[in-house]
């Protein structure tokens, strides 16, 4: 299992998270980000910059990633095609994305922009706080788990 994470817009308390269960479980883990990021000096984790662009960062995940890995992204269609594709999906708020669940999160959000388009005033998601940190970091430990089994 590789641990990708769609870094861009990646809370920092998030991947700060992710450093720490990559060094305790020796478990490889990439950040990708179409701007070159600062990761801490560790046999386990590492950053790959990609070209500027429209979903260029969600491609290359995609490219890279295999059945098993687990995928940190807010991206909704990124995570329902990782889902499609035998790997785990994981929003930065602790939620996973399930083949159960992702389908209808990508018609809500469908929806959302459709409305946003129409000139609905929607509002943006909360802000992140603890309790999002705190379900993250036990939703990651309950995957890293299941991976030692």
């Known amino acids: 299992m590789k641990l990708w994470v769609d870094a861009d817009a990646c809370p920092k308390v ?13 478990v490889e883990l990439i950040l990708v980000a179409n701007r070159p ?74 929806f959302m922009t459709d409305l946003r388009g129409a000139g609905v005033q929607t509002g943006g998601p909360p802000a992140f706080d603890q309790r999002d940190r705190q379900a993250f970091a036990n939703q990651l430990d309950r995957l890293l788990a299941q991976r030692r089994r």
């Open 14 to 26: 998030v991947k700060e998270i992710l450093y720490r269960a990559a060094e305790r479980e020796r």
């Open 37 to 110: 990021l600062a990761v801490p000096r560790s046999l386990f984790i590492r950053s790959r910059t990609v070209e500027a662009g429209l979903d260029v960062a969600d491609r290359a995940i995609l490219g890279w990633i295999e059945p098993g890995d687990l995928v940190v992204t807010a991206d909704v269609p990124l995570a329902t095609e990782v889902v499609e594709r035998g790997a785990t999906a994981l929003h930065p708020r602790g939620e996973l994305y399930t083949a159960e669940n992702v389908r209808q999160q990508l018609s809500l959000r469908d």
